[in-house]
């Protein structure tokens, strides 16, 4: 890899770590709908004019209704239950729990009849769902456990996604379908969040929202785009192995959040189940490379 590629990938790793510590820091004043709406609603007004001034909105028109698929199971959806669900979990183990990412990509993959599950990838999947159950087990509350099954479906949603742009999407230009996710969710949640609006809050919360939509969603798909022009789909995925760590680090680091025993030993196990379960790739695509699990965002990985 060139010293740009590593660049990159270094960049794209930090970044998606962030969003978890962010997320935790903001819902501390915000409802999880208005964070939301905060979100897309700058990244929409970043991003719309470039995608007024490259004139390729009209590619979208066939492709609407798996743009809002796209859309519902990768922002609209998880971006909230993630965020009502860090208002009691940690966002250390938030973003253990979205880790699980690529497990739950190989099991809907195989349900379809798209990959055929080995020895190998079994084991990965029983060792990614065992790290779950020792994260669950081992120092979380049971109160916290509804909280764990709002990330579950998150993930779920983030291994969904990507099979509807490499499926459906293809063809569909990819910064007007990131431009029209971001703008789709902000109009979901407007009506909400303009009724909804804290009388005032924390200089740290208007940070957070600040950073999580330059930092964590515009520059992160602008760097993320450049990684896959840079080093291709299939290696560039391996940062979805990477950003947990990051989340992890900042969360016990920045926020005093536990290094609990159930972290110690479930993190690991997930990390390792999830690199078992996806060692197999989809078929070959274009020049030869195979589609990872994470080309979701046009190449991109699940971004929280």
Request: with cysteine.
């Amino acid at each position: 890899m060139s010293r740009r590629g590593w660049v990159l990938f270094a960049a794209i790793a930090v970044i998606w770590g962030l969003p978890y510590f962010f997320i935790r820091i903001a819902v501390r004043d915000l409802d999880p709908a208005t964070l939301v709406f905060m979100r897309t609603g700058l990244a929409s007004v970043l991003l719309l004019p470039f995608a007024v001034r490259r004139r390729r909105w009209r590619a979208l028109i066939d492709h609407w209704p798996y743009v809002l698929a796209y859309t519902v199971t990768e922002i609209t959806v998880p971006w909230f239950l993630l965020a009502t669900a860090e208002q009691r979990l940690t966002s250390s183990l938030a973003g253990l729990l979205v880790a699980t990412v690529p497990i739950f990509g190989a099991l809907i993959a195989w349900g379809r009849g798209h990959e055929h599950l080995g020895g190998r990838r079994v084991s990965g999947l029983i060792l990614g769902f065992a790290g779950v159950i020792i994260l669950a087990g081992v120092g979380v509350k049971g109160s916290n456990l509804v909280s764990m099954g709002e990330i579950v479906i998150c993930a779920i949603g983030y291994s969904v996604a990507p099979m509807i742009v490499s499926r459906r999407l293809a063809t569909a230009p990819s910064f007007e379908v990131v431009t029209a996710s971001m703008v789709v969710t902000a109009l979901v949640y407007m009506p909400f969040a303009l009724t909804h609006l804290p009388r005032r809050f924390h200089a740290e919360t208007a940070e957070s929202v600040a950073t999580l939509a330059v930092v964590c969603t515009v520059l992160a798909f602008m760097l993320f785009f450049a990684l896959i022009r840079e080093i291709g789909p299939t290696r560039a995925t391996v940062v979805t192995y990477v950003n947990p760590a990051v989340a992890l680090l900042l969360g016990i680091v920045a926020l005093g959040e536990p290094f609990t025993l159930g972290i110690a030993i479930g993190f690991p196990v997930i990390i390792v189940g999830s690199i078992l379960a996806t060692w197999a790739k989809a078929p070959p695509t274009r020049h030869g490379e195979r589609l990872g699990p994470a080309e979701a965002a046009f190449g991109a990985i699940p971004e929280p």
